[in-house]
């Protein structure tokens, strides 16, 4: 049996058994060096390399994880560069297990390291009113990511309903962080310079009046509540749409909406008025009628 094989026999992150001497650099992962056939991977090695100086001991979990996860991605590890990389990657657990230790249990160590990130760097910077989208963006995977590896560590009882609506919230939001084209139609993008233009809020105010309009039972209630959802949300909801494909229709409408909007008037105008007699868009409607 291999010594892959002998450290991930236990769920619970052991001290390793010695690994076979290599000139593969130990520090290789740190750099996101990895083989190909283990990119789900890298995410989990960042957050691990980011943490380190915080919390050694949830890096080391981290690590741990992605180490388990290599080890289901490519069992045989017959991928170019594989089996270097999990050699390098076990003798860093190795080295690490002794030196990052606590007395506290892991789950206990990990379920309070979530919570202490989930409240100073998602939570308390998401209220701010000019929140830094890469910032918030960053923080969201993050959180993700440890909830990951916090799920692996943790025993389904140990994971408390407070942590789960926490985990809840961030997948949640990750999905409006996504990366965009021209419009950051999400909370954290309303400071940027394109969405204070006054044709581009009179679009977006537009789409998402929809008073009137039936939502199928629960569908995003509390994005409901919130007045964050749009007409684009309600089609996807009524005829099961793509999620991706109704984001790119989204935008474009709303850059069309916005374009004739100051092709008929010049002169930029404050919200209220805009919306008042937003001409753009019977053009609009007229123009696909005709096409």
Not at 22 to 44: Q, R
Not at 285 to 291: D, I, P, Q, R, S
Request: aromatic share 10%; net charge negative; charged share 25%.
């Amino acid at each position: 049996m291999s010594t892959q094989d002998a450290g991930l026999r236990s769920r619970s992150p052991l001290p390793l058994t010695s690994a076979a001497m290599t000139t593969f650099s130990t520090e290789v992962f740190d750099n996101a060096v990895v083989p190909s056939s283990l990119d789900p991977i890298v995410p989990i090695l960042r957050v691990a390399t980011e943490i380190e100086s915080e919390r050694p001991r949830v890096a080391y979990l981290c690590r741990y994880y992605a180490f388990e996860k290599s080890y289901s991605l490519d069992p045989t590890s017959s991928g170019r560069g594989v089996r270097q990389f999990k050699t390098a990657l076990l003798q860093r657990l190795e080295r690490d297990y002794e030196s990052s230790r606590i007395e506290t249990t892991d789950a206990q160590e990990i379920v309070s390291y979530y919570q202490q990130y989930y409240e100073q760097y998602v939570r308390a910077p998401d209220r701010g009113e000019q929140a830094d989208r890469a910032q918030l963006g960053k923080a969201y995977q993050t959180a993700g990511v440890l909830f990951e590896v916090l799920s692996n560590v943790c025993r389904s009882e140990e994971i408390v309903p407070e942590i789960t609506a926490a985990a809840k919230d961030v997948q949640e939001k990750m999905e409006s962080y996504a990366s965009y084209n021209i419009l950051p139609l999400d909370a954290a993008g309303a400071s940027e310079s394109i969405m204070q233009l006054e044709e581009v809020k009179a679009a977006v105010a537009a789409l998402r009046n929809t008073h009137g309009l039936n939502w199928q039972g629960a569908f995003e209630s509390q994005r409901l509540e919130a007045g964050d959802l749009d007409i684009l949300d309600w089609l996807r909801a009524m005829f099961g749409f793509q999620r991706d494909n109704v984001r790119n229709q989204r935008e474009h409408l709303i850059l069309l909406l916005a374009n004739n909007h100051i092709r008929l008037h010049t002169n930029p105008e404050p919200l209220n008025n805009v919306f008042a007699k937003f001409s753009a868009l019977p053009y609009l409607v007229t123009y696909w009628l005709l096409n």
